[in-house]
């Protein structure tokens, strides 16, 4: 199976998020995809002059959901490639909760957490993961 622009799409690696702010990526050959809020997968083109910024967990607990993490997964691919990533956390310890700023009518949707718990387990309620039962 093939996407619109003929690379092929993965069926079988699952989809993730990274745990920190961003990460980014500059590699030489395709072997990302990301979903669209609308759940299509795009294969991102990839090369030596282009530089991809997946948003990660922490921005979407921060903005209480309004800024959701990139769901992203590693794709098959044959022969090599090079890759340059940078991953930007906070440490270990701190806190990671909704912004007061998105914040609407006292409804925090994310517990607050710290970015070491985002890092080594995930937090119910992410959008790769089943969404927290509503608070009462």
Same mark, same amino acid.
């Given at each position: 199976r093939t996407d619109g622009q003929g690379l092929?799409?993965?069926k079988h690696t699952a989809w993730r998020t990274d745990p920190g702010l961003?990460?980014?990526?500059?590699?030489t050959e395709p072997c990302f995809q990301v979903q669209?809020?609308?759940?299509?997968t795009c294969n991102l083109r990839c090369g030596a002059e282009r530089w #991809? #910024?997946?948003l990660g967990d922490a921005i979407e607990v921060m903005t209480n959901g309004l800024i959701k993490?990139?769901?992203?997964?590693v794709v098959p691919r044959k022969g090599e490639r090079a890759a340059l990533e940078f991953a930007a956390r906070l440490d270990p310890?701190?806190? #990671?909760?909704?912004h007061p700023l998105f914040i609407e009518a006292g409804a925090d949707l994310y517990p607050s957490t710290t970015q070491a718990a985002l890092m080594s387990s995930r937090v119910d309620g992410l959008s790769c993961y089943t969404p927290s039962p509503a608070r009462p």
């Open positions: 092929s799409i993965a961003f990460l980014l990526i500059s590699q669209d809020a609308h759940g299509n #991809v #910024v997946l993490a990139t769901k992203y997964r310890e701190a806190q #990671v909760a909704p």
